[in-house]
């Protein structure tokens, strides 16, 4: 095809360095955009037309858009700008369609205003009320059909309470309520999360070491023993598996994640792993069983599994080490509101759960993936985004240092300048 025969590109950018995490990590200096997806990563002026908008990078680093694995974005936008983990906070009722609409949106420039083009929202069900009802996926698929959504989203649905107790017959129930219909490449459903447990600091996790009272957690789905927690369990995994969905299962301590890896597959993930040990790091790697997890929870959380289950527990969570070497499907993720969705500062804190707060090239393009590439894996979505190749959605954010030049503990002080989703200015800074 000669240059007078391509259609112009809608949007150019040029000038700068482009990380494009593509396979084999190409770097190059600009992209052009044609809608709404990458139409060319070299010889981009060559796409220049008298209608194309032109951004010069002068020297600028671009990304691919930031997916974040794990947002509750609607929670977010009613609290923000208060974690949970902070100062006490009186959280926003979330009651009408109004609030719900309110809540996403401010989300939505929240994400817009940090690179975040994709998240997903675990947790929206029957079950639940406020920030995490079925109306908020209801809301979602509205503001969708209104071209107001500025980044993607992905929906795991939820049929129990959020941090709290759930049945297999209520599961059952939920699993056949309908999913409203949208693009999934802007709202996709694919899948239901279960919370297997709770949180070591509440001596909810499920594991054998001992609390201080002497207690051990417990599953939290419903059933009078060890054993018929489990089996009902893996019947929600099982039923979710037949209806096609994959799972994210909140798991925490060593012996929920044992009842729920048992019975996961590829596709589904755990959600957390604070405690999870080698042996199931190496199952998870052979079962092609994702994790998603939170370094700025680890780093807070750390003291406070100390007081629960003692130094030596504590000193062993969240190894990330050990999960980076397992070669399993990792991605970071905030867990947003609960601590900061600023993906700058889970870098950096990864860099010091690892040692390594000054970092190299390749550890900081490693930790990346795990917010784009293995994102968008985690989604199911690696054949049309997480990296900046032609034909993939033009899902990026531009940055006024490269990343990967500053050491993990400094990149929170690097700025957010451009994002752009599907190939539209979201946010200039
Ligand atoms: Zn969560």
Redesign the pocket.
Known sequence: MTAQRIRPADLVVHGGRVQTFDAVGTVVDGLAVRDGRIAAVEDVTGHIGPDTEVLDLAGRTVLPGINDA?L?ATWLGARWPHPLLGAPHEETPVVTAEDRRAAILRAGDVCAALGITSYTE??LGPGETGCFSAEVLDEYAALHREGRLRARVTVLRLFGLLDGASSLAGFTRGLATPVPDADPEWLAVPGVKIFADGIPPMRTAWTHHCYADGTHGALLVDGPGDDERAAALAAMISSAHDAGLVVGV?ATGERSIEAALEHLRAGDHI?HGDLVTPAQLRRMASRRVGLTTQPVIATAMRPMVATALGDDVAAKAWPLRDILDAGIQLTLSS?AP?VTPDWRVHLAAAGELLGARGGTPELTARLLRCYTTEAAAQDGSAGWKGSLEPGKVADFCVLDDDPLGVALGDLPSVAVELTVTGGRIVHKG
């Open positions: 794990h509750h675990p947790g909140h959600v867990d609960v």
